[in-house]
């Protein structure tokens, strides 16, 4: 079992930036990867970022390249999401996961555990 605890969201203006961690614990050495997805309201969760855990390969999605940046910090097994250049449409629950296949990264059934989410909400 992997337990996993977000924290860092918040209210911030549009522009704003915003850093969320993801703080694991449990059987984490077993881990393929490490990701975060989001869902806003009345929509489908949706893949952000992911790194390889081992690799420390970085994957993301088109809508936050160049403005979130996903770190690790294998020592403390916490994961991060550097979100800069905030828009409105960024407006969603954000949510970690470690899977631990060589599944796709970006595919919500990859993924094996789940936090409880934090909210993140953009003002215009």
């Not at 993801?22 to 975060?36: D, E, K, L, P, V």
């Not at 929509?43 to 390969?57: D, I, N, Q, T």
């Not at 899977?99 to 990859?110: G, I, T, V």
């Amino acid at each position: 079992q992997v337990q996993l605890v977000e924290s860092g969201g918040g209210l911030v203006q549009a522009g704003g930036s915003l850093r969320l961690s993801c703080a694991a614990s449990g059987r984490t050495f077993s881990a393929n990867a490490m990701a975060w997805f989001r869902q806003a309201p009345g929509k489908e969760r949706e893949f952000v970022a992911a790194v390889s855990w081992r690799s420390g390969s970085i994957y993301y999605a088109d809508f936050v390249k160049g403005r979130f940046t996903i770190s690790r910090d294998n020592a403390k097994n916490t994961l991060y999401l550097q979100m800069n250049s905030l828009k409105p449409e960024d407006t969603a629950v954000y949510t970690c996961a470690v899977k631990n296949s060589r599944s796709d990264y970006d595919r919500s059934l990859s993924y094996d555990y789940w936090g409880q989410g934090t909210q993140v909400t953009v003002s215009s």
